[in-house]
Nanobody, 122 residues
Framework: HVQLVESGGASVQAGGSLRLSCAASGYIFNSHCMAWFRQLPGKEREGVAAIRTGGGPTFYSDSVKGRFTVSRDDAKNTVYLEMTSLKPEDTAMYYC????????????????WGQGTQVTVS
């Protein structure tokens, strides 16, 4: 039973920082591409960042490049999203996702999804 559990979402002021975590279980974590997506109600889901097995390379959407950093700790089966210089337009529900295989990019089909963690920037 695959499970992805996000945490770390909060309400912060513009310019602030947050670190999201996603704990994975039920599958071989280090063989999966991991990614973060975000979505506002009524809007399409947007890929934010992805990280290949083994810790790299990483991929980012243009909207977060230079501000967000994705990383993973395979020993802890956890992927992180470090978010800095937060803007009100970063407000969204953030989801962690996983898919098997070496190739890793935001447009790939992801098989597993978490329930999301809310980030609000004001």
């Amino acid at each position: 039973h695959v499970q992805l559990v996000e945490s770390g979402g909060a309400s912060v002021q513009a310019g602030g920082s947050l670190r999201l975590s996603c704990a994975a279980s039920g599958y071989i974590f280090n063989s999966h591409c991991m990614a973060w997506f975000r979505q506002l109600p009524g809007k399409e889901r947007e890929g934010v960042a992805a990280i290949r097995t083994g810790g790299g390379p990483t991929f980012y959407s243009d909207s977060v490049k230079g501000r967000f950093t994705v990383s993973r700790d395979d020993a802890k089966n956890t992927v992180y999203l470090e978010m800095t210089s937060l803007k009100p337009e970063d407000t969204a529900m953030y989801y962690c996702a996983a898919t098997a295989g070496y190739h890793c990019y935001l447009g790939k089909h992801f098989d597993y999804w978490g329930q999301g963690t809310q980030v609000t920037v004001s």
